[in-house]
């Protein structure tokens, strides 16, 4: 899924939880101007707990984020993804 914003954005964290069986792989590229950045992927099971994407630090002035996941080990699953910032102030 790829989400665009008309400003610029803070992330301050990305939460993630996968429903239903097996294990699931979970990565994000974010847009600064024109340049994308990839985080590294997180694998977590899909145990309809909240996991927590590492970020080392808040991501500043993102105009795009792509939240790619997928479900391994299992099937039947549905991953869910929630993005907290704000929208900065230029």
């Known amino acids: 899924m790829t989400l665009t914003y008309p400003s610029e954005v803070r992330i ?5 939880a996968c429903f239903g ?13 024109s ?3 990839g985080i590294d992927l997180i694998t977590f ?4 707990e909240v996991h927590t994407v590492p970020l080392s630090a808040p991501l ?3 105009n795009a ?12 699953a ?3 993804a929630v993005i907290k910032g704000v929208a900065e102030q230029i």
């Open 12 to 16: 301050d964290g990305i939460s993630v």
């Open 21 to 33: 069986d097996g294990e699931a792989h979970f990565g994000v590229n974010v847009r600064t101007a």
């Open 35 to 37: 340049s994308w950045t």
């Open 45 to 48: 099971p899909c145990d309809s």
């Open 60 to 62: 500043e002035r993102i």
């Open 65 to 76: 984020i792509i939240l790619n996941g997928t479900v391994e080990n299992g099937g039947g």
């Open 78 to 80: 549905v991953i869910a």
